[in-house]
């Protein structure tokens, strides 16, 4: 439900290409009461150009203060970023780690085998925890 009320605040106000809201208040002690209170918050738009990280902080806390106050969010990560901002950041081919047991084993398989790649910008999900 807050995770909604969160969304429907920052997607009426900014032009967002990815919004994702996490629930982490399972890490934290306030969770003993089920109370939710802790979000990461990932938001991706160009209406943060003009705005430092610091500027892009205090207006999601500024468009959110309400909300903190009315149902007691203690703890907010932000992660903000303008579209080339992301792609800059997850414009890379992820491998996997070679795993040191297999090591020997598998560098025979890499010599004649192109090793499967994913694009992070198609395949990042996030869940809420």
């Known amino acids: 439900m807050i995770i909604k009320i969160i969304k429907n605040i ?3 106000v900014l032009n967002t290409t990815i919004i994702e ?9 306030t ?3 089920n109370h939710h209170s802790h979000f990461k918050i990932i938001i991706v738009s160009n209406d943060f150009i003009k ?11 500024y468009l959110l203060s309400k909300c903190i106050s009315q149902y007691k969010i203690h703890g907010l990560a932000l992660h903000a970023y303008t579209i080339d901002e992301w792609n800059k950041k997850f414009d890379t081919n992820l491998i996997s ?7 020997i084993k598998s560098s025979k398989i890499r010599k004649n085998k192109k090793i ?3 694009n992070t910008k ?3 999900k996030f869940k809420n925890n």
Do not use: A, D, G
């Open 21 to 29: 809201i996490i629930n982490e208040s399972k890490k934290h002690k």
């Open 122 to 124: 198609k395949s990042i």
């Open 51 to 61: 705005y430092s990280l610091i500027k892009r902080h205090q207006k999601i806390y």
């Open 31 to 33: 969770f003993m009461n």
């Open 10 to 12: 920052l997607t009426s």
């Open 116 to 118: 499967n790649t994913f």
């Open 97 to 103: 780690p070679i795993c040191v047991k297999s090591h």
